[in-house]
């Protein structure tokens, strides 16, 4: 008597001779990996897959049902124009059955794996193990070599870790050309800058424009976002402002910031806007006239430990046109000192997360004795107290001190 195990096959005329089960299985699953896998159809699967189907994924030890089986299938199909499955072995044992197959298609149709289209090859090994009961796959495991996606993935890493380099390097260029080159010298006036650039280059920026009758225009600024953008944005910025600040041959800083806000409106992108605080200091006075196109207040240190913010309102430039922009005058008294500064001091973090802030500034500020150091050295000594140690610099930071010498020459 032939075993339950096998099954009759013969040919028409032929003794009938028996078929294991296990070679039935090895069949069915055979025809599964040509039909769905390498034909693409994954309308098929209804007819090999068991109703409580469940596939175990061995990479993230999560396991799946039909549906979820379906949209996997179906993903890598479509990411695929020539997607193939070669068989190289079969073996089966009971209700299961172990293939070794070689997966491989031209990755030129759609996103598989987090990775775009790019046109190469991909050749994975396999081996899945499926167990069939009463002609349906009930379960599958899978084991593969992933080694060539990932060694696709760190190729794709390498290409956008140099193409982040390479727009770091252009960044850096852009921004360094733009920023003056020495500091102008302006009698009984000591003008300091410092400028701390972040890894990822931001859109700080400062200038000095000499202007007739010892008068000198200074700029202070942001442009929003990072890397060539922001460099782009900022660079556009400073020559306008130069170009303004010479046609106009005046006086006026809310005048500069009203021309320059109306052809920045016309000419950088919607998503982006430049905060400016723009002062002419005449020498000869004493005074300094300012307006302020949405940046971060300025400090003025007073004699008797006071700092006073400069206030004035306007908008950023490049939001919107028309604007206008409000002026203000004041007078340094000698030994008196104007401190200019980005957002990047501010918003600096300690290693709780607490942020620098406004009151802090402010009180340094007002706390600080010019005979002992620079404003501006101060500043940062403090600042690195307050980040502590391994700290990352997450923005650019600029400060630009405006002090009035004792000595009225």
Sequence with gaps: ????????????????????????????VRKFFEEVWSRG?????????APDFVVHDALSREEGGTEG?????????????DFHVSIEEQIAEGDKVVTRHVDSGTHDQEEFEGFDPSGARITMENITIN???EGKIVEERNVANISPLWQRRMEQERIERERIEQELRVARRIQRASLPKKVPELVCWQISPLYRPAREVGGDFYDFHPLPEGRLGLVVGDATGKGV???LVMSTTCGMLQIAARSLDSSSPGEVLERVNEALVARIPSNMFVTCFYAIVDSKNGTLSYANAGHDLPYLRRHGGDAEELRARGMPLGLMPGMSYEEKEIELGAG????????GLVE??????????????????AEHAEEERPLGDFLLEELYSFVGEGWEQEDDITLLTLKRSPNRG
């Design 1 to 28: 008597m032939v075993s339950a195990r096998y099954r009759k096959a013969c040919w028409p005329g032929e003794e009938e001779a028996p078929v294991s089960v296990e070679e039935n299985n090895k069949a069915l």
């Design 41 to 49: 159809n994954v309308a098929a699967l209804d007819e090999f897959l």
């Design 69 to 81: 089986y379906k949209r996997a299938v179906a993903e890598q199909i479509a990411a695929s124009s």
């Design 131 to 133: 167990r069939v009961v």
């Design 229 to 231: 953008p922001a460099a």
């Design 336 to 343: 008196e000192v104007a401190l200019f500064y980005s957002d």
């Design 348 to 365: 600096s973090h300690d290693p709780e997360g607490e942020m620098f802030g406004f009151p802090r500034l402010q009180a340094l500020v």
